[in-house]
């Protein structure tokens, strides 16, 4: 691909090969790899990939017109898979790489990859444009003080708990507390989360000691000062996707969704880092969601929460929607 090609030249929201021709001939080529199709067969799965008037179009060419190559004879009235493998990847769109090259700028993307993957990436994606820069982005209301993505120490700790929650292994941590208290801590890392508003990672875990599971643990990661996957064993019984606030919070934030503006879906996305319950309510055809979140994340919640709009509806706790109806004065008062 040409760099210089202009935005309109090189991105287009819908390609060709997503498109119904290409699903069709596609379900050809993995059937046919492992069992011999008739023409009947490829009609069949043509109209039930594409449209009915398709198959008169696509069948001719895959047999003996200019997609034969694709096809090989395995009998007089059947056809095989001439390719090598029935595994069929799609490739990626030019808008696709596009977005990859601009998360390739992203120094909390960077983290998740290592030096040799990242430069693999790099060379891969060198002759595209990046989709958006990261200055074309200004975040309000986030702290300045985020977590050193780039700090060679700190890359090590990230990569160290991304092996230790993909291979579920204790994790022996060297951590300073707010007060400056250094401590050893022994933790069953259960995943990573990310706060938007303070612009840093946390490590959400449960601790150990002596084999024995004890509390939950939240670790700000710019805090472990080192760590190293632990030798000792799992302890018998623990649950690793077990719920982690949802047990400690009792009191959810408690919200109603409309059945409008794709707003569940949007919700979904958008509190995916939450521990979250959603039931639909037939009644009133809206979904009752319980939000279950880290206190230290409340006002950041908040602000998510109104920013929504009329689609949802905070229905508590009291406490939560004190808070709600201050935050709503006060800007009702800037304006009015």
């Given at each position: 691909m040409n760099a210089k090609k202009t935005t309109a030249e090189t991105f287009t929201l819908f390609e060709e090969i997503y498109g119904s021709y290409f699903q069709a001939v596609r379900r050809i080529l993995e059937q046919s790899f492992h069992t011999p199709l008739t023409l009947?067969?490829?009609?069949?799965?043509?109209?039930?990939?594409?449209?009915?008037?398709?198959?008169?179009?696509?069948?001719?060419?895959?047999?003996?017109?200019?997609?034969?190559?694709?096809?090989?004879?395995?009998?007089?009235?059947?056809?095989?898979?001439?390719?090598?493998?029935?595994?069929?990847?799609?490739?990626?769109?030019?808008?696709?790489?596009?977005?990859?090259?601009?998360?390739?700028?992203?120094?909390?993307?960077?983290?998740?990859?290592?030096?040799?993957?990242?430069?693999?990436?790099?060379?891969?994606?060198?002759?595209?444009?990046?989709?958006?820069?990261?200055?074309?982005?200004?975040?309000?209301?986030?702290?300045?003080?985020?977590?050193?993505?780039?700090?060679?120490?700190?890359?090590?700790?990230?990569?160290?708990?991304?092996?230790?929650?993909?291979?579920?292994?204790?994790?022996?941590?060297?951590?300073?507390?707010?007060?400056?208290?250094?401590?050893?801590?022994?933790?069953?890392?259960?995943?990573l989360q990310y706060s938007q508003k303070d612009d840093k990672f946390r490590l959400l875990g449960i601790s150990v000691h002596h084999g024995r599971i004890g509390a939950p643990m939240i670790l700000n990661l710019a805090r472990i000062e080192g760590c190293h996957l632990s030798r000792n064993p799992v302890p018998a019984g623990f649950d690793w996707n077990t719920p982690f606030l949802s047990e400690n919070r009792p009191e959810p934030v408690q919200i109603r969704i409309a059945n409008e503006r794709n707003a569940l879906e949007r919700c979904m996305l958008h509190f995916a880092n939450y521990e979250k319950r959603t039931v639909y309510d037939p009644d009133t055809d809206t979904w009752l969601c319980s939000l279950y979140y880290d206190p230290s994340d409340e006002t950041e919640l908040l602000i998510e929460l109104l920013s929504f709009g009329p689609v949802i509806r905070i229905l508590g706790p009291e406490n939560f929607l004190k808070q709600v109806r201050e935050r709503v004065k006060r800007q009702y008062e800037l304006f009015f």
């Open positions: 009947q067969d490829m009609y069949r799965l043509v109209r039930a990939c594409a449209f009915e008037e398709s198959a008169s179009v696509i069948v001719p060419k895959l047999t003996k017109g200019p997609w034969s190559a694709l096809l090989k004879r395995d009998g007089e009235k059947t056809w095989k898979s001439a390719l090598r493998t029935s595994s069929l990847k799609m490739p990626l769109t030019s808008l696709q790489k596009s977005w990859l090259k601009a998360l390739l700028n992203d120094v909390r993307f960077r983290l998740f990859f290592t030096e040799e993957q990242l430069t693999r990436l790099s060379e891969e994606l060198k002759e595209i444009p990046a989709l958006y820069r990261q200055e074309d982005f200004r975040c309000f209301d986030q702290y300045a003080d985020g977590d050193s993505y780039e700090d060679p120490a700190y890359r090590t700790v990230f990569r160290t708990i991304l092996q230790a929650i993909s291979s579920r292994k204790p994790l022996f941590t060297a951590y300073s507390g707010k007060k400056g208290r250094h401590m050893t801590l022994e933790i069953l890392p259960c995943r």
